[in-house]
């Protein structure tokens, strides 16, 4: 979850409540009843271009709406179980922890609302190092 309030803490007690027979469950931009405030058109295309762009070259993902989320819930143990495989780069660490581990997902929607503080770190340099992620967890041995 964000420090910046995009992610409505109000929200986690349902997080935790529908986590019951479930080992990640993510708060979802892009499933029935969910949405994004505040973003322009072509934002709005980047995010959902790398969310296809990974189901695409990324078959274990492909059931998942929004990879891109910030806001989720993962079991302790699970997450610790592997935490030696993982190596997280940039702002796509639920991404990374989907590919290289089993987990039972859930999806439940919220809607992204414009941030109360700070500025968005999103340019040139995160789309890079998004690709390089995708490139990473693609080959990955």
Not at 7 to 35: C, F, M, Q, T, W
Not at 99 to 123: A, D, Q
Request: charged share 25%.
């Amino acid at each position: 979850m964000d420090a910046d309030l995009q992610h409505p803490p109000e929200l986690i007690p349902e997080l935790i409540r529908n986590s019951e027979g479930y080992d990640i469950v993510i708060a979802s931009r892009y499933i029935k009843g969910g949405g994004i405030e505040g973003w322009s058109i072509s934002r709005k295309l980047v995010s959902k271009s790398a969310n296809l762009l990974a189901r695409i070259m990324l078959p274990k993902v492909r059931g998942i709406r929004d990879l891109g989320s910030g806001f989720f819930l993962v079991k302790r143990s699970k997450i610790l179980a592997i935490s030696d495989k993982i190596n997280p780069t940039g702002f796509k660490f639920l991404l990374e922890v989907l590919c290289v581990g089993n987990f039972k997902v859930l999806e439940i929607p919220y809607t992204f609302r414009p941030r109360r503080y700070g500025k968005s770190k999103f340019g040139l340099k995160e789309i890079i190092n998004y690709i390089k992620l995708l490139w990473r967890l693609k080959f990955a041995r």
